[in-house]
DNA sequence: TGCCGTCATACTGGATGCAATCAGCGAGAC
DNA sequence: GTCTCGCTGATTGCATCCAGTATGACGGCA
């Protein structure tokens, strides 16, 4: 193959650009309801239209892009009442996938937790900041090691990533205090090997989180019962 | 393509054949293991293999269909460790479902049920019960009014569909009479308006099965590593 | 006889080109 | 002045064709 062009048949060009969508989706550089037009992908990334539609697809059945034949895509954009039933789901099930991940807690996981819980303390960068805290709770997470808990629960923290990042920007310091012991307390059950008392605080924290959320509506755009 | 069928362009082939694809493995016209070869569908249900590939992906996102590059794609089988964490996630996620449908709880929806609960332990034949007992829970959840909820939950049911075939046929009178008092069990406590006990109920419900299905290792394949 | 390297075949992945469809805009009628 | 209808450009959906890869069979060699 050339050498100057990237797209090296490394298996799967479509894999290649769904993750880059992917992470331009995370990152912030795609909005919500942002326009998507295959040709800008194919071109942006390299490859025809062909590995792009099915990148596409692929976001769309994760939850990041929304499809409308013969119209086009658009980067999924969430009303208040969806994202809080994101959470709602995600306080059901974390508790679960944290519970399948108890034997792979050693000594040196831990230790690894309770210095991302403490490293995010110190940050003022939003970005760092919301990479540091997922780290955190996927690190309480052995994803690899399930099914469908793992890629679901990555999948729900991926659709609501926008609007994690548009909220934490307004939380106030106490709300923000109560955050962070929330994760001093997850580590420390975790170190005593109470798995009963680590799922309660991963759902209180989760709810908690949406509660707030659920105070700031303004960072939703308005409820558009079209845009479902 | 065929000259019967004027391909007419509904918007999308690929949906239209990632439906039939669904459908013929939930109906056990193709068994979970089985090769799946793209030109065949494209030839069976029209079209070329572009949108087969889309309508397989489709599938593969929805945990119906596994796809290796380059290689191919087989029809997902799951080992009972796979099987069981389903089981566990309904167990999370469907209480929570069965909350969010509250306000459709009229009576002629009850009625509905209590009618769908009586109908299915009358019959005998294997795939009527499933087509009832999949009727009479999704009765009790109002999946299009939920964003994640409802697809979730639809996903997870299918991707189990061919296990809770291959099972349910070998269940012993005593736990069928245990699983439609769970069904009665919980028409009344919707009927009381008790979303506690009905949630509770549902929960059990699940796992009750899930249990009972961890005794029957024998219709799963031997746990092959690789096929993750 | 058993194992390894080579080759043929079948299948998947991707590129290009064309037809169908939708959104936007302007002209005409009321 | 406003609403409706038809047209045009832009974009998606699909079909055909080509390149690359994995699998299985065959033959040579230890």
Redesign the interface.
């Known amino acids: 193959m050339s050498e100057t062009t990237p797209a090296v048949r490394d ?2 060009a ?2 290649r650009i769904a993750e880059a969508v992917r992470q331009a989706i995370l990152s912030g550089e795609y909005q919500p309801g942002e326009r998507i037009v295959q040709e800008d992908l194919s071109e942006r990334y390299g490859g025809s239209r ?1 590995p792009v ?2 990148a596409l ?2 976001l769309e ?3 990041l892009v929304r499809l409308v ?2 119209t086009g895509a658009w980067v999924q954009s ?1 009303t208040l ?2 994202c809080s ?2 959470y ?2 995600r306080e ?2 974390e ?2 996938l944290l519970r ?1 991940s108890a034997e792979y807690f050693t000594d040196s996981v831990i230790a690894q937790m309770a210095s991302l819980a403490h490293e995010m303390e110190q940050t003022d960068d939003l970005e760092v900041f919301l990479d540091l805290d997922r780290q955190f709770h996927f690190a309480t997470y052995r994803a690899e090691g ?4 793992g890629d ?1 629960v990555t999948q ?1 923290w991926n ?1 609501t990533q926008p609007y994690r990042r548009a909220y934490t920007g307004s939380v106030d310091r106490e709300h923000m205090r109560l955050y962070h012991d929330d994760h001093h307390m997850l580590v420390r059950a975790l170190r005593d090997g109470d798995l009963e008392l680590a799922e309660q605080v991963v759902a209180i924290h989760i709810r908690r989180t949406r509660v707030n959320l659920e105070r700031h509506p303004e960072i939703f755009p308005e409820p558009d019962p079209n845009t ?1």
Chains 1, 2 share one sequence.
Do not use: C, F, K
């Open positions: 298996g799967s479509s894999h062909i539609r099915e697809r692929q059945s994760e939850g034949a013969n969430l009442a969806q039933e994101v709602q789901t059901r099930i508790p679960l399948h399930t099914y469908v808990l679901l729900l659709t479902g």
